[in-house]
């Protein structure tokens, strides 16, 4: 357990709560400004994938692809919104679960139709392409490095969005007290539907940059989505400080605990046993966070303020 | 009173659905299969091969199995051990299937054996093969087109003992498939296991265990990591720099179903396999041609391992006919078949005995393939044979 490794870990940590982050973003977004639970969150992760793999077919490079799939995500996030969505904004919770779970299922099995059941690819950009030598004998790949900079760049684009726009006003306003927003005559409908086409391209932006480094195949946003739940949770419902804080958190926590956990395991137990709890502690450990957040602030670590 | 009559009524409606299946005219010639395998959810892919070398043994056979008018029910299982069973159970009674074929996975493996076997139906396993069924479950009623589930690990732990790694990183997913994995690797593996990671199942990201990897510096790695997560462990470590500086010994990670995903980046990559498209024999070379028309991808051991089920019912239905089962049960025994694999016939529980390979990822044109290296073991039954007493 030298220090490079715990360097590298760390790293590690922060690129998969970047991606955790992207995802977070739109999902805490929706559910706190509109009060809208959206299970299908996840398969718009899979879809920005599956785009990306199509436009990178059509055009062969990964720069023409990005903008092509970005907005193709765009595109698809808002046929769903007017198809679906848009009809359950005032229905309850299990209306709302039901509905969009039924989306997942459709898309995941829509995806299989058009693209097959095998797993596909995008390469990693040629510019991109490589290994930057961080330490001795400690290799990492140039195109994660990429994904890091460009997760924070989105964060810091966000964060100006939210908290320096009008739109970005007009969204904080609709996280603590939606009806007051609608009463003082803004037109609370467009705004879901901007807030809602954003979120879905997040996800899809999240997909296309992880469909160079992970296998798209149907199915690939369900276990995202949980991941993506536990962070706005722990971050507090509709704050965007709160998913990027909780995010990283939780990507440190579960990269950390999966490298480190049969080690420490095994200073307190025979090696045997040591390998059955250490991966069984290090699966639970952010489910563990999460439990431990609700029970001492209910609300999430960085709660929106409502009134 | 009138919640019991409406059940009084549906137990009747039901009865007699179930009267109207059984009193179906059964065709008199014809040869019904059922052919059970997960064509839904991320590891469809698996089945899909399975399914569609077994109806190109149909087909080549000109739709008669044996010279049987012959009907294959092709059902998904879903990947869920209780929606098998109630499809199988639907197969078994209301069909009346002849014969049971397929199956990808062990876990519905282990649903689904005991009432196949118990109604004395038989039962030709074209993929999973988990110790029970090969040890104390046998039965006579079941034969493995494939292998035993721990062969192609305990493979691989040969030939990194032939090769003189002293000293390995083993990984594999936390559940009993990857433990047995790992165990059968250590069963023919004699240097030092430097580390045993168990990762989540369904694990996306690797880069923690990569790096732990680079670490401990071991001779080569070893792992069993299935579908999705293979593609995505194969693309990360060798983005990671590691393809080429620490060898990558696996087992059902690079083969033909995931490299269409991993390319160019799997390339080099090693696994141990009981078939590969290039293994010298006309029925071989004649199926790989074959597949690749039909579907217009290359086959992957799944598809050999269907295919090899279909041409095994063939000869021996061909030999004894369906209506006498002792001699139907006795033909399947003899193998009467020329098997895409070479050398074959059946071991004292009706697993093979076959010979097994390394294999190696390679690019054959536009398409990616896997290639027989070496022979690793040469008429290899597995460890379990000896505890299955047949009745």
């Known amino acids: 357990m030298s220090t490079t490794l715990l360097a590298v870990q760390t790293l590690n940590g922060m690129q998969l709560g970047i991606l955790l982050f992207l995802i977070a973003a739109g999902l805490t977004l929706v559910f706190g400004v509109m009060d809208f639970i959206n299970l299908a969150h996840g398969v718009q992760y899979m879809l920005g994938a599956y785009l990306a793999v199509a436009a990178y077919k059509l055009t062969g490079s990964f720069w023409l692809a990005l903008p092509l799939a970005l907005l193709a995500a765009l595109a698809c996030g808002l046929l769903l919104e007017f198809l679906v969505f848009r009809h359950l904004y005032d229905r309850d919770h299990l209306d709302q679960v039901l509905a969009t779970f039924g989306v997942i299922l459709f898309l995941n099995e829509a995806v299989k139709v058009i693209w097959g059941a095998a797993p596909l690819s995008v390469p990693v950009p040629e510019l991109l392409n490589g290994s930057i030598r961080l330490f001795e004998n400690f290799n990492y790949p140039v195109y994660r490095v990429a994904l890091l900079g460009t997760g924070l760049g ?73 991941l993506a739940f536990v962070v706005i949770v722990i971050g507090g419902i509709g704050s965007i400080r709160g998913a990027f804080l909780s995010a990283l958190l939780i990507g440190l926590v579960d990269t950390l605990g999966r490298s480190f956990a049969t080690d420490i395991a095994r200073m307190l137990l025979p090696p045997s046993a040591a390998n059955d709890v250490g991966p069984a502690i290090a699966s639970m450990l952010i489910y563990i966070l999460m439990a431990g957040v609700l029970f001492f602030r209910p609300s999430g670590l960085f709660p929106v303020r409502t009134a | 009173m009138k919640q019991i009559l409406s059940a009084v009524a549906v137990g009747a409606s039901i009865g007699l659905a179930g009267l109207g299946a059984a009193t179906a005219p059964a065709s008199a010639e014809g040869l019904k299969i059922g052919f059970l395998a997960t064509l839904s959810g991320p590891p469809a892919v698996l089945g899909q091969h399975m399914r569609d070398g077994f109806l190109l043994g149909v087909k080549q056979a000109g739709g008669k199995l044996g010279g049987m008018d012959t009907d294959v029910i092709v059902v998904d299982d879903e990947l869920k051990p209780d929606a098998a069973l109630t499809k199988v159970q639907g197969l078994l009674e209301r069909d009346k299937v002849d014969i049971m074929a397929g199956v990808v996975f062990s876990n519905v493996m282990m649903a689904v054996y005991k009432p196949i076997v118990q109604s004395e139906t038989i039962f030709i396993g074209a993929n999973a093969g988990p110790s029970p069924i090969a040890g104390k479950g046998c039965s006579k009623y079941f034969f493995s087109t494939s292998y035993q589930n721990d062969q192609n690990h305990e493979v691989m732990g040969r030939y990194a003992s032939q090769k003189g790694y002293g000293k390995m990183v083993v990984m594999a997913p936390n559940y009993q498939a990857g433990k047995d994995a790992i165990a059968g690797f250590k069963r023919h593996y004699t240097g030092e296991v430097a580390a045993e990671i168990y990762t989540k199942l369904g694990q996306l990201d690797f880069s923690a265990e990569l790096a732990r990897i680079a670490d401990l510096k071991p001779d080569a790695i070893f792992t069993f990591m299935p579908g999705g997560m293979g593609v995505n462990l194969v693309k990360q470590y060798s983005q990671a720099g590691l393809k080429d500086v620490i060898p990558f010994l696996s087992t059902f990670t690079v083969d033909e179903t995931t490299l269409p995903a991993t390319k160019d980046l799997a390339v080099g990559l090693y696994s141990g396999a009981e078939w590969a498209p290039n293994l010298d024999n006309p029925a071989n070379a ?94 290899f039954g597995d460890a379990y044979a000896g505890s299955c007493r047949m009745n």
């Open chain 1, 154 to 226: 989105v964060a810091a684009l966000l964060y100006v969005l939210v908290t320096r726009t009008r739109v970005g006003m007009l969204v904080r306003a609709g996280a603590s007290n939606a009806p007051m927003v609608a009463a003082l005559g803004v037109n609370i409908r467009r705004l879901f539907m901007i807030v809602f086409g954003f979120g879905a391209m997040l996800a899809g932006f999240a997909g296309i940059m992880a469909a160079p480094i992970l296998s798209v195949e149907p199915g690939m946003g369900d276990n995202l989505l949980i």
């Open chain 2, 286 to 379: 004649k199926f790989v041609r074959d597949f690749k028309a039909e579907y217009g991808y290359a086959p992957s051991l799944y598809a050999a391992q269907g295919y090899d089920a279909a041409q095994l019912i063939d000869g021996a239905v061909g030999m004894a006919g369906i209506k006498d089962k002792v001699a139907l049960l006795s033909a399947l025994n003899a193998a009467p078949f020329e098997s895409v694999r070479g050398d074959f016939k059946f071991n004292t529980n009706q697993f093979p005995i076959q010979d097994f390979y390394l294999t190696k990822a390679v690019k054959d044109g536009n398409s990616y393939v896997t290639e027989a290296v070496e022979k690793v073991f040469d008429d």
